[in-house]
């Protein structure tokens, strides 16, 4: 192969073990070609190079490849560079290759938590299907089709001021002379929006849908009982073009192109997941009338086809807060033509419908006792407050634990260590993975039991950083200080799993955003652990997080156990409830405005509660003169190798 092959028709790269190809043209990217060919190739940080997750092997000529750049060589060890492992979004490509993508850098099988709390809303929706003995036209009774229609429905079902919607009227003509005596008609919030053949009225179903940054949830429900027929989950396809909001705002903002190609993603994905659903259930696309939308802000921007810039910037304005019906071919979700999409109300630029609809499953709004509710994703919403005042704010924590910026961190999916325990004598690691299969890394629950556990074992302090005294052969000194929690032999991988100093630090900047963040909407009530009555965990990372260890490393205040409680996806549940009642629907507006929302960047004690919460759990900042003494404390580590370390001989 030469690079002059490539110059008519493309240059071809293979990834394999999937074997997919993609034809590309010089000077693009290996991330790009694998975008195109679909390739299962994380891409955490969206391209930008600093996340180190899109590692691949290469063995080809060096002339076929651009020269290894400097982030390359400081996010690839020396042994990787030298077996040719490059970062495929650092790397483009001058002729025809064969990209192997390890195993670790692959998606795999994803857990996705799509379950939450049983919906307690009364069954009332706004779509309804009422059936009507037809009677033919006559030479006595030549009112309009529209007339006679209309008083069938008035006559029969006591249904007063409907009107017909234009697409129904269309249909009546045919239906009163088709001879088949009944009809049905398909009535959304006192407008009839259709007219089916025959009796159809037992035949009514709904999309929930919850939109994630990383994943997305949809539920198929029978809107006659308000029964879930069906649950489906995938990833949200637009991750490749950046792992959190603000990545993929950045992407939007670069022209309409790219953003309407990140409306397309969601959309494709959202049918995909409906698709599945109806095959399984035996359900027409045709006979699922209404969908409930819910998503923090920027989703929702994206779903809607709306330019996010107003949430690039202060004040992070949403382009609209209240919620709002569209049609399906507006946006492009295959669900009945005839159908509605109700986006639920946001509240803020990084407070958005999710947050709306787990206060309406938590029920928050009602209580009389004090509820914290936390709501663990990529974004970390906050909700603290009762029936007589609600707060919200958001916190920028998902990175570290979706796996970004991590060694050997991962999203949960197959092969991920998920839970640990450290022996504090003697050091052992036991580990659990998802599947139960060799570990390939670590997911975001797996590294808030590792540092926990860590701390409690004292192989690190409460300022995160490694006690080189240790004395175990797990604790090394490679670039830096890590400690190994599986073996070569035990992985999947064939190299250590390890936890390093550099991952700690990124575990403490995630867990103390989100301790702040409820620190900040305690100080605005006033009030203290004591006062709180419940935590409730919401969310696909908070319903694996082991609730012990997470209140080990401060990740919320010292609340006793007994007060925690994991909700699963409440936001899934608060779009059911949605779904299933037009009473819950004109509760979400009333919620959506009640709530104060905090920003964080505002406050004036974020930088102190933020350092405060940097420590393990929490510290207290009167120990140190300033701020940047603080700061300069932990960033303090070995920078040299410690003694050598010989394994404990019990």
Same mark, same amino acid.
């Given at each position: 192969?030469?690079? +002059? ?13 999937e &074997? ?10 290996? =991330?790009d ?5 679909g ?6 940080? @969206? ?6 997750k ?7 000529e ?7 750049? /400097? ?45 939450g ?7 009332? $929706? ?10 033919n ?40 002379r ?16 259709s ?11 709904g999309?929930?849908?919850d ?8 539920y198929?429900?029978?809107l ?7 649950v ?22 670069k ?10 993603l ?10 599945? =659903?109806?095959?399984?259930? +035996?359900? !027409? !696309? ?5 969908? %409930? ?5 920027a ?10 810039k107003g ?9 609209i ?10 946006? &492009?979700?295959?669900?009945?033509r ?15 419908? +999710?947050?709306?609809a ?9 209580k ?11 974004n970390?919403?906050?909700?603290? @407050?009762?029936?007589?005042?609600l707060?919200a704010c958001s916190?920028?924590?998902?990175p ?5 910026r ?18 504090? *004598? ?76 550099k ?6 900047s ?6 702040? &963040?409820?620190?900040?909407l305690m100080?605005h ?12 965990i919401? &969310? ?10 997470? /209140?080990?490393?401060?990740m ?12 699963g996806?409440?936001?899934? %549940?608060?779009? /059911?409830?949605? =779904?299933?009642s ?15 929302? *905090?920003e ?14 940097l420590?393990? $759990?929490?510290?207290?900042? !009167? ?18 190798? $410690? ?7 019990k």
């Amino acid at each position: 192969m030469h690079e +002059d092959d490539s110059m008519t028709d493309g240059i071809s790269i293979i990834f394999q073990p999937e &074997g997919k190809r993609a034809k590309m043209r010089k000077g693009q990217t290996i =991330l790009d070609a694998a975008k195109l060919a679909g390739a299962d190739l994380v891409s955490t940080c @969206g391209g930008k190079g600093n996340c180190g997750k899109c590692r691949v092997l290469i063995k080809a000529e060096p002339k076929l490849l651009t020269s290894m750049t /400097r982030l390359e060589k400081q996010l690839l060890s020396g042994e990787e560079r030298r077996k040719g492992y490059r970062l495929a979004c650092r790397t483009s490509v001058k002729g025809h290759l064969i990209v192997e993508v390890p195993e670790e850098s692959r998606t795999g099988r994803q857990r996705l938590q799509v379950e939450g709390i049983k919906t307690h809303a009364r069954l009332d $929706p706004l779509i309804r299907k009422y059936c009507v003995e037809l009677e033919n036209p006559s030479l006595a009774d030549n009112r309009s089709d529209a007339e006679r229609f209309l008083d069938l429905l008035k006559r029969e079902h006591n249904l007063n001021n409907l009107r017909l919607d234009f697409a129904a009227i269309k249909q009546l003509p045919v239906m009163f002379r088709k001879g088949d005596g009944q009809a049905t008609a398909v009535v959304w919030n006192e407008v009839v929006v259709s007219v089916e053949s025959g009796n159809t009225a037992k035949r009514i179903f709904g999309y929930a849908v919850d939109i994630g940054t990383t994943k997305l949830a949809g539920y198929l429900l029978d809107l006659t009982t308000g029964e879930v027929v069906a649950v489906g989950s995938a990833l949200n396809p637009q991750i490749p073009y950046g792992e959190d909001v603000i990545a993929r705002i950045a992407y939007a903002i670069k022209d309409q192109d790219a953003q309407e190609q990140l409306q397309e993603l969601v959309v494709t994905g959202l049918n995909q997941i409906l698709k599945d =659903l109806l095959e399984k259930s +035996d359900v !027409s !696309s045709d006979e699922v009338y209404e969908t %409930t939308i819910v998503g923090n802000t920027a989703m929702h921007h994206l779903f809607l086809d709306i330019c996010p810039k107003g949430l690039a910037s202060s004040p992070y304005a949403p382009a609209i807060r209240n919620g709002f019906n569209v049609d399906p071919e507006t946006v &492009g979700l295959k669900i009945s033509r005839q159908g509605k999409i109700y986006v639920l109300p946001v509240v803020a630029g990084f407070v958005g419908a +999710d947050a709306v609809a787990v206060a309406l499953a938590t029920e928050v709004y009602k209580k009389t006792a004090l509820n914290l509710v936390l709501d663990i994703g990529t974004n970390t919403e906050i909700l603290l @407050g009762n029936k007589d005042q609600l707060m919200a704010c958001s916190c920028a924590s998902g990175p570290a634990f979706e796996g970004a910026r991590i060694k050997h961190g991962m999203r949960a999916a197959s092969g991920a260590i998920e839970k640990v325990r450290i022996d504090p *004598v003697t050091f052992d690691v036991q580990y659990q993975t998802i599947d139960k299969v060799k570990p390939c890394g670590i997911c975001g629950s797996g590294m808030v039991d590792l540092t926990a556990e860590l701390l409690k074992a004292g192989i690190i302090n409460v300022m995160g950083a490694f006690n080189s005294n240790i004395n175990s052969s797990r604790l090394r000194f490679k670039d830096e200080l890590q400690f190994i929690v599986a073996y070569s032999k035990e992985t999947s991988t064939g190299q250590d799993i390890t936890i390093t100093q550099k991952d700690i630090r990124e575990i403490q900047s995630a867990k103390a955003a989100i301790h702040t &963040g409820a620190l900040t909407l305690m100080r605005h009530q006033n009030v203290a652990e004591k006062d709180i009555d419940t935590v409730l965990i919401a &969310g696909a990372f908070g319903s694996y997080i082991d609730p012990t260890n997470a /209140r080990v490393i401060g990740m919320y205040p010292e609340i006793e156990l007994k007060k925690v409680k994991v909700v699963g996806n409440a936001a899934g %549940t608060g779009a /059911r409830m949605a =779904l299933i009642s037009k009473k819950i629907r004109n509760q979400a507006e009333a919620v959506s405005r009640s709530i104060k929302y *905090v920003e964080l960047a505002t406050e004036s004690s974020f930088q102190a509660d933020f350092c405060n919460s940097l420590c393990l $759990p929490y510290a207290d900042l !009167s120990e140190y003169p300033d701020t940047s003494s603080m700061l300069k404390k932990l960033g303090k580590y070995p920078k040299r190798p $410690p003694p050598m370390i010989t394994p404990s001989k019990k």
